[in-house]
């Protein structure tokens, strides 16, 4: 199907170029049926290319998807242009008497920061309270689902000795769960983070369930309150150069950093990276719209308690 986007967004030719299926607001109003409503909270500096690596992985989605984007009222993002934000996004207090039938929270650069000493934590604090009374499911990434753990549950974050960057096998712990459903007993996610949550602390809270880890990189996906609440602590939605970027930037800083692990073809930058995530990304969430929000949520939204 298509996804609805407002006019002139910029991801769109990008999108349609890829042969993406993509449906202006204007023309939205033909549909014979309820799209989904899909809201993001867009914390990343890059906010285009988030936006397209997001809708790229939702357009392969078999439904009508209409997508808001969220911003933070009281957060003026550094990267993007006021011109953007203005007319693409909508601060969290202008949506907050609305409902959706799924929400993404992406990652945000502030894992350095105790999550009280973030800007924004407050405003985020009342999205995370929010959400559980006006969303059927939402999607928590990387440091997103860092906070939403510690938000909801007390989990607490980690420093790692050194980035957690690379593709790393992550281990289906619950095959029969929705998510993981059609998914290889072993799959690749992207991860690039400097902070991690741990198993020892997921387990001493009932709510919540690994369903995905890896050897390497830890604790990979876990849900809570029947699929309500989904954390992920990495990156499937990404790019293939996402990572060779940040690597190429971080070393141009010169910044210490690691090759990412299990990337480049033959370990060599000069001969790219090779994709090992694409098929099981687009896969759990295609899962994730399919079982957790389609089949879950109610025709009228402002059922959704």
């Known amino acids: 199907m298509s996804l609805i ?17 993509v449906t202006e607001n204007t023309r939205s109003v033909a549909l014979k049926v309820r799209p989904l409503r899909v809201a993001i909270l867009n914390l990343m500096p890059l ?3 988030t936006e397209v690596d997001l809708l790229r992985i939702l357009a392969q989605s078999p439904y009508h998807i209409e997508v808001t ?3 933070l009222a009281t957060h003026t993002p550094k990267h993007a242009s006021p ?5 693409f996004y909508q601060p969290f207090p202008e949506l907050k008497e609305q409902k959706f039938d799924g929400f993404i929270v992406t990652g945000a650069p502030v894992e350095h920061l105790a999550f009280e000493e973030v800007g924004y934590w407050p405003e985020l604090s009342d999205i995370f309270r929010w959400v559980r009374t006006n969303v059927t499911s939402t999607l928590y990434i990387c440091w997103a689902a860092q906070a939403g753990l510690y938000f909801h549950y007390g989990i607490p974050k980690h420093p790692l000795p050194q980035k957690m960057f690379g593709i790393f096998p992550q281990q289906v712990l619950d095959a029969a769960h929705p998510l993981m459903r059609g998914m290889d007993d072993v799959f690749f996610m992207p991860h690039s983070r400097h902070t991690e949550v741990r198993r020892e602390d997921i387990d001493r809270v009932n709510e919540l369930k690994i369903i995905a880890e890896s050897e390497y990189s830890g604790v990979g996906m876990v849900v809570a309150r029947e699929g309500r609440e989904v954390f992920v602590t990495g990156h499937s939605e990404y790019s293939p150069y996402t990572l060779d970027t940040e690597y190429k930037r971080d070393l141009g800083k010169g910044l210490p950093i690691q ?13 790219g990276p090779v994709v090992r995530w694409r098929t099981h990304g687009v896969q759990w969430y295609l899962n994730w719209l399919h079982y957790l929000v389609y089949q879950t949520t109610p025709y009228n939204l402002n059922d959704i308690k």
Not at 83 to 87: V, Y
Not at 259 to 271: A, G
Request: proline share 10%.
């Open 5 to 21: 986007l407002p006019e002139h967004f910029p991801a769109t030719d990008i999108l349609r170029k890829e042969h993406i299926d």
């Open 47 to 49: 906010k285009i290319d």
């Open 69 to 71: 984007w969220m911003s």
């Open 83 to 87: 011109e953007h934000m203005q007319a």
């Open 259 to 271: 090759m990412p692990m299990n990337y480049y073809r033959d370990d060599n930058p000069e001969l």
